[in-house]
C-alpha cells in the first residue's frame, strides 16, 4: 500500500464511538485491500487480463486438485499424500516473499512506519487483509480437500472444522511473518539479487519435482510419502490435516496434540511477525549506519584474495572479473545458473538411472560459456578498460586475465562434479577419460570465447533483471554463443575421436591418458585463442566500445 494514502489512512484510524478501534482498524485494512486490487487492474488492460488469466487458471487447477483429492478418498496412502502437500504448500508460502517481494507491495511493512499504529494492532488487521487473494483461496480449496480425503466420522469432521482455518491462518502469517523479518534484505541490492536467483532455484525445484513425480507413477509409487508423512505429520501446518485422521481413528489425544501444537505455532509466528514490525517501526535502517567500517570490510576482503593473485595486470583483471562476478546482479545470476545446472543436470541422470557419466561434461560446457562476451558483460564500463589497451598485448594481458579467472573457479569445479558423478554411479574406471574431455572441452570454449568477444561484441542492458540482449543485438548473440559452440564443439571433435577409438578397438589400458591429453590440448587451445584475439581486440576496439555501449 502506498504511503501517499497515509493522511487517508490516519484519517480513517480514528474508531467509530460504535465500533472497537481494532476491527475499525481491520476494516480499514481489508478496504484498502480492495483499492489495492481494484487499481492495480485500472492501470492496463493487459494487467486485468493478466489477473483474470491467473484466477481462471489458480480456480482450474484448485477445482482438479479438490476433485483428485476427493477421489483419493478411502485409499490407504491418502493421509500421507496429504500432509505431504499440505506441508508443500507451507515451503511455497514460505520462499515466495524472498525470490518475489514485489508481487504484493502490502508485503512490505516499512510503509507503514510513519502512521501511529501498533504493531499488535497492525498485525491483526494485515493478517486480515492478507487473505484476501489468490493464494489464500488456493490454500483454503487444498485444505478442505485434505480434510474431506481423510476425515471419517463425526469427531473427525468436527476437527476438520478447526484444521482448514488453522491450516489457512498458519501459511499466511508464515509468509507475513518471513517478509516482514527480511524486509531489509528484500528491498536492498542483495535482496534484488536473490530475486534475479529465483529462476534457477525454481529450476531446480522443477527437476525434484520431476524426479517425484516419476517416482510416485510407478505401481504403489505412494508408498514413498509414508515415510516424509511420519516426520511431517507433527509439523505445522501439516500438523493439523493430520489431527483429523487421527480424530477419524480414535486417538483424540494425539489429535489434539497436533492442533495445540499449530495454534502454538501460529501463535509463534504472530510474535514474530509483530516484534519484527516493531523494529521496523523503531529503529533506523542499519544499511545507512557504519558505512565506513563496511567499506573497510570489502577492501579488507578484496586484499585477502588479491594476495591470492598473481601480480601485475593479470591479477588486477582476475580480481575484477571475480569482483563483477559476486557483486554484479546480471555476472551472479549468470554464474549461479551455470554452477548450479552444471551440477544438476549430472545428477538428476544419475538419479533416474538411465544417464552417462559424461553428461558431467555439461559443467565444463556451461561453465566456458561465461567466456562469450567478456566486454558486453563490463557494459559501459568498458571504456575505463579501453583505455588501459593501447596495444595487442594489453589487449592479450586483459583477456588472460578473464580466462584465468574464470578458470580458477571452472578447474576445480568440474573436477568434483566430475568426481561426483562417477562416484554417485559407480564408474571410477571412467572419471580419467571423463575429466580429460571436460578439460578439452572447457579450453575449447575459453578460445572461441575470447575470439567471440572481439568479434562479436554487444551490450547487455542494465534496466531490466530479464533481457540480455539490447534491441538490434540479437543476430550478433546468436552468432556469438552458436557459432562459438559450433567451434567448439569441432575443436573438441579429435579428443572425442580419439576416445571413441580407444573403446572400439579395447585399449582400456589406455583410457587413462585421455586426462593429460585432454588436460594439455585444452590448455593449448585456450592459449592459441588468446593470441588470435588479442590482436583483433586491439585493432576493434572503438567498434566494441560503441556495441557495448548500447541500450
Known amino acids: ?54 484466477i481462471v487458471v489458480t480456480l482450474l487447477f484448485a477445482a482438479l486438485q479438490l476433485l483428485g483429492l476427493i477421489v483419493l478418498r478411502g485409499t490407504a496412502h491418502a493421509p500421507a499424500v496429504v500432509v505431504t502437500i499440505t506441508a508443500v504448500i507451507a515451503l511455497g508460502w514460505t520462499v515466495m516473499p524472498l525470490f518475489f517481494p514485489s508481487g504484493d507491495e502490502t508485503l512490505d511493512p516499512t510503509r507503514l512506519v510513519m502512521l501511529p499504529l501498533r504493531p499488535r494492532r497492525v498485525v491483526t488487521s494485515l493478517l486480515a487483509a492478507s487473505l484476501i487473494g489468490i493464494g489464500p483461496l488456493f490454500t483454503l480449496t487444498l485444505a478442505v480437500g485434505s480434510v474431506i480425503a481423510v476425515a471419517h466420522g463425526v469427531a473427525a469432521v468436527a476437527a476438520g472444522v478447526v ?22 534484505l528484500l528491498t536492498s541490492r542483495r535482496g534484488r539479487d536473490l530475486a534475479l536467483l ?4 525454481i529450476a531446480v525445484g522443477a527437476q525434484f519435482v520431476n524426479l517425484g513425480a516419476q517416482k510416485l507413477a510407478a505401481p504403489d509409487g505412494l508408498r514413498v510419502l509414508e515415510p516424509a508423512a511420519d516426520v511431517l505429520r507433527w509439523v505445522p501446518p501439516a500438523a493439523a490435516v493430520d489431527a483429523v485422521r487421527a480424530a477419524g481413528d480414535g486417538s483424540y ?54 594476495r591470492l593473485l598473481p601480480t601485475g595486470r ?23 545458473s551455470s554452477l548450479g545446472i552444471g551440477l544438476l543436470l549430472p545428477v538428476v541422470t544419475a538419479v533416474q538411472g538411465n544417464g552417462s557419466v559424461y553428461t558431467a561434461c555439461w559443467a565444463s560446457g556451461l561453465l566456458g560459456m561465461q567466456m562469450y562476451n567478456q ?28 580466462a584465468m579467472a574464470l578458470g580458477a573457479v571452472a578447474l576445480p569445479y568440474v573436477t568434483l562434479v566430475v568426481l561426483g558423478t562417477a562416484a554417485v554411479m559407480g ?4 572419471f580419467p577419460e571423463t575429466l580429460g574431455l571436460s578439460f578439452g572441452l572447457l579450453g575449447a570454449l575459453l578460445a572461441t570465447g575470447a575470439l567471440a568477444s572481439a568479434l562479436f561484441p554487444y551490450s547487455i542492458p542494465q534496466d531490466s533483471g530479464y533481457k540480455n540482449v539490447a534491441p538490434g543485438q540479437a543476430g550478433l548473440a546468436w552468432i556469438s554463443i552458436l557459432g562459438g559452440m559450433v567451434v567448439g564443439a569441432l575443436l573438441t571433435a579429435p579428443l572425442i575421436g580419439s576416445l571413441i577409438w580407444l573403446h572400439m578397438a579395447g585399449a582400456h589400458a ?11 590440448y585444452g590448455l593449448g587451445l585456450a592459449a592459441l585463442g588468446l593470441r588470435l584475439a588479442a590482436p583483433r581486440t586491439a585493432a576493434r576496439l572503438p567498434e566494441i566500445l560503441t556495441a557495448v555501449s548500447k541500450g
Open 375 to 402: 566486454f558486453g558483460q563490463d557494459t559501459s564500463a568498458f571504456w575505463m578498460v579501453a583505455q588501459t589497451i593501447s596495444s595487442p598485448r594489453d589487449a592479450y594481458l586483459e583477456l588472460r586475465g578473464r
Open 510 to 520: 589406455w583410457l587413462w591418458l585421455v586426462l593429460p591429453v585432454g588436460a594439455a
Open 1 to 54: 500500500m502506498s504511503t501517499d494514502t497515509s493522511p487517508a489512512v490516519s484519517a480513517s484510524l480514528s474508531p467509530s464511538p460504535h465500533t472497537s478501534p481494532a476491527a475499525s482498524l481491520t476494516a480499514v485494512f481489508l478496504r484498502l485491500k480492495l483499492s489495492l486490487l481494484r487499481n492495480g487492474l485500472r492501470q492496463s488492460s493487459g494487467r486485468t487480463a493478466a489477473y483474470v488469466a491467473s
Open 198 to 201: 529465483s529462476g534457477l532455484i
Open 314 to 336: 593479470t591479477g588486477t583483471v582476475m580480481l575484477r572479473t571475480l569482483q563483477y562476478a559476486w557483486r554484479d546482479p546480471k555476472a551472479r545470476a549468470s554464474w549461479a
Open 163 to 184: 484444521a482448514v482455518p488453522l491450516v489457512v491462518l498458519v501459511c499466511v502469517a508464515l509468509a507475513r511473518a518471513v517478509a516482514a523479518g527480511n524486509i531489509r
Open 427 to 430: 564408474k571410477w574406471s571412467a
Open 253 to 306: 489425544v494425539q489429535a489434539l496434540a497436533q492442533l495445540l501444537l499449530n495454534v502454538a505455532a501460529l501463535v509463534l509466528l504472530l510474535l514474530w511477525w509483530q516484534r519484527s514490525l516493531a523494529q521496523l517501526m523503531t529503529s533506523p535502517d542499519g544499511s545507512t549506519l557504519q558505512a565506513a567500517t563496511h567499506e573497510e570490510k570489502k577492501e579488507s576482503r578484496s586484499a585477502g584474495l588479491a
